[in-house]
């Protein structure tokens, strides 16, 4: 319960401006196979159903998520939050976020599909 409550104090900023972005957006969360909307960044998708679920069974736990639904949402919340440090990597174009009062950590392809989502520290995202 403890770590739930820690998650939940830390994360609620995230979810609330993914929300928002979907309430004001119409743009729920689901998962497509073609290329998602690059003028809407909370509606960012990874490139196949089998990809979102093979990331989340290696990154859920440590994010707390409990669906992989729920692992696209963060994912997402992390990428739409303006606390978010973003820059885009000179070798491949994808583009980087962390969140440097979480830890979170997501890549989004220069295709804006999501490639992963997991907890790491600031040293890795500079030395991106």
Not at 7 to 32: D, E, F, Q, S
Not at 65 to 79: D, H, P, Q, S
Request: aromatic share 10%; net charge negative; glycine share 4%.
């Amino acid at each position: 319960m403890e770590r739930a409550i820690t998650w939940l104090t830390r994360a609620l900023p995230t979810l609330v401006a993914a929300c928002l972005c979907c309430l004001l957006c119409a743009c729920g969360p689901t998962v497509m196979q073609d290329a998602p909307d690059a003028a809407h960044p909370g509606n960012l998708e990874f490139r196949s159903d089998a990809r979102l679920q093979d990331h989340f069974e290696k990154h859920g736990d440590e994010v707390s998520c409990a669906t992989a639904e729920e692992y696209l949402a963060r994912a997402n919340a992390v990428v739409a939050d303006s606390a978010a440090r973003h820059k885009t990597q000179r070798e491949d174009g994808d583009d980087v976020y962390f969140l440097d009062r979480t830890g979170e950590f997501v890549v989004v392809s220069s295709e804006r599909f999501i490639r992963t989502y997991f907890i790491t520290d600031a040293d890795y995202f500079n030395n991106q």
